[in-house]
């Protein structure tokens, strides 16, 4: 099982609409994740960090499943500079690697 | 206040030639990384440094050397290019990567385009 992942996508979805990115991680002792969102060409940037008792920001909502290894991002009234791809991030609790991306699930919005 | 910047931004090499991709950042950041970006294979780590001095093997080290003189600098170099080589390559810096932190979010400089014919 790899450490990080993700449906690549693409998740093709109507303006107004909800639309929602599972991730799941291999690494039970894993503390800390993240979502990052890259544009086409673009650099990636943190989008938000997962917290156990879930968190929101506007229309993104992330949520943390410990029990069984997984994290999500619910996306609410998708706007059309919603597309990009957005990648799961995972701080595992050992190894030889600060953080492990995930491959990334494209979301496109289309009007 | 730039951020993390790369040079070159884009380049091509023939197999064989060398070459040096250099990233700064201005946020005192102590911890650097190299990445790789390929189609289908997202993000994969090459080298990271933990401070200036010191480098470490990440994911994909093979092929790649990389130094830490200085805090702001973290210098990717590749010996001999192959063709397999040919890829996006990303810098980044955090703070610090401690899980429980919250000052582990690394910051991305824009990316260097690399051909190896």
């Known amino acids: 099982r790899k450490e990080v992942e993700q449906d690549p996508g693409p998740f093709n979805v109507p303006e107004g609409a909800t639309v929602a990115f599972n991730c799941t991680y291999s690494?039970?002792?894993?503390?800390?994740f993240f979502w990052y969102r890259q544009d086409c060409r673009k650099e990636p940037k943190l989008l938000m960090s997962v917290y156990s008792s879930g968190n929101e920001d506007g229309r993104f909502t992330a949520q943390l499943n410990r029990a069984s290894q997984y994290i999500s991002l619910l996306i609410r009234d998708s706007k059309l500079s919603d597309s990009a791809t957005y990648l799961c991030v995972v701080i595992p609790s050992s190894g030889n690697t600060p953080l492990v991306f995930g491959k990334g699930t494209r979301l496109s919005v289309i009007a | 206040n730039a951020g993390v910047t790369q040079t070159p931004k884009f380049r091509v090499l023939k197999t064989g030639q060398s070459m040096t991709l250099l990233c700064a950042q201005d946020m005192n950041h102590e911890y650097m990384y190299w990445y790789r970006q390929d189609p289908g294979m997202g993000l994969r780590l090459i080298h990271y440094?933990?401070?200036?001095?010191?480098?470490a093997k990440g994911e994909v080290p093979d092929g790649y050397n990389v130094s830490r003189l200085k805090k702001q600098n973290f210098l990717l170099g590749l010996e001999s290019a192959a063709p397999s080589q040919t890829s996006v390559y990303f810098c980044?810096?955090?703070?610090?990567?401690?899980?429980?932190?919250?000052?582990?979010?690394?910051?991305f400089g824009p990316g260097t385009r690399l051909t190896v014919l």
């Open positions: 690494n039970s002792a894993s503390q800390s």
């Open positions: 980044a810096s955090s703070l610090t990567d401690i899980a429980a932190s919250s000052y582990n979010e690394q910051f």
């Open positions: 440094s933990v401070g200036e001095g010191t480098t």
